[in-house]
């Protein structure tokens, strides 16, 4: 059963390596685990695969589209594209690598969803790689460090939905354990600022390479930009915005509140839901948290339209700029939600238990930060989704780890479990199936041949690396932050 789920993996990520659709796949692949496991088929894809999936989606979908108009509205605006040329005048042609992937960190730490954030730098980047003669090929590679490692996962704060997820199971905040994100932020931008650096400075003999026919931007096309200052005026909107908001929400009950407003709610619905407040948040929920990033980002896409407002651009075509940004969430959610749908399927066959069990079994020290990392890993390299398998993770054994945790010595609390459990969403979640790196591949152009294993060296084995390096040394000193 375990060799059949594997072989399902396998062609998952080997469909995606050719560039096929993973929203079309993923329930194929799914249901070809099923027949090894004689497991039924139709029940499986409606009732798991597609069931859960929708439930995804009415989770976080609010996420992925003000995350992605925001993206739209940076990138048509200019601010993107100022924020970069900004970056790119200060570090120069010759580091254009590290110019790109300091863009894309900025951007995606700024409330940018890590779907769009490509979509906004790549044709400043490929106008800057062109520029400076650099292959064409570390352009992904680049845009990964910023936008897939430690801006989504590492950094305190970070609005992603990768460090959103945990906040729904261990009823912390965004800025959970700070020492222990900052100190994988270092380790993680450092080494891959050195790799993508190093792979500069090897390849620098290719040339820029095969032209891209979609792209016209130039660095210097006589465009005008909104002030770099300004235009990270929105990005800081959203960090400011989310600080404000969660403590301005933080003695709100969400729970208290729907049933003042009955008459709004469905008695089941009511029913539904804890009775004791923001304490009893369980898998599935969204907590005020998630409400204050919400405000923070509506209150981001205003700011970003106010700032260049004067650019003929996004007067002219606001409507259309709105438009796109909600069409291009929806790539991505389904993207995501497809995967989820495998990954619920694949976790419910019989031959899961025996892996299940495996990853529980996994001891270091007294507490649980091992075993959650690998389970966390596991379950989003098998979705290729961080926020997917990170969620299965921790809705089925969210609680155990919090318990394992409570009884540890010292003892471990939900804000170090909340750090580690996004960090190792960021490790396999970004194989060749992954949706993000799929779209990444189809933005700028490049195949998986061409550019994934600089993606995987920045996005995979580093993440894997460091982490785990991490987890040691915090259970070998005993530290909780």
Known sequence: MVIGILASLLLLTLIAYRGLSVILFAPVCALLACITAGWPLLPSYTEIFMTRGVIYVKNFFPIFLLGAVFGKVMEESGCA??????FAEKLGSKHACIAVATTTAVLTYGGISMFVAPFAVYPFAYALFKDAGIPRRLIPGSICIG??????????????????????YFGTTLYAAPVFGIC???LLAGMSMIWIGWRQRKLMHEGFGELDTRSTTNLDDGVELPNPVLALIPCAVVLVGNVVFTTILAGQDPFYIMGKFTPLFDKSVLDFVPKKGLETLVAGRIPVANWALLISLILSIIAAIAVSF????????????LNAGALGSLLAIMNTASEVGYG???SSLPGFNSVKEFLMSVRFGDGPLMSEFLTVNVLAGVTGSASGGMSIALEAMGKTFLDWGAS???????????????????????????????????????????????????SVVMPIVITFVLVVIWTIFGFTS
């Open 81 to 86: 594209r100022s924020i970069a040329k900004l």
């Open 408 to 458: 540890a010595n010292p003892v471990i609390g939900p804000e170090l479990l909340h750090r580690v459990a996004a960090m190792a969403s960021g490790g396999l979640d970004s194989l060749p199936h992954n949706g993000a790196i799929i779209t990444l591949m189809a933005i700028t152009g490049m195949t998986h041949r061409q550019s994934y294993p600089d993606c995987g060296m920045v």
């Open 147 to 168: 936008t897939f490692t430690f801006a989504m996962t590492c950094m305190p704060g970070s609005p992603q939905i990768q460090n959103m997820i945990p906040a729904n």
């Open 310 to 321: 004067k650019q003929f651009s996004i007067r002219k075509n606001l409507g259309a700029t």
């Open 344 to 346: 619920n399927v694949v």
């Open 184 to 186: 994988g932020t270092i």
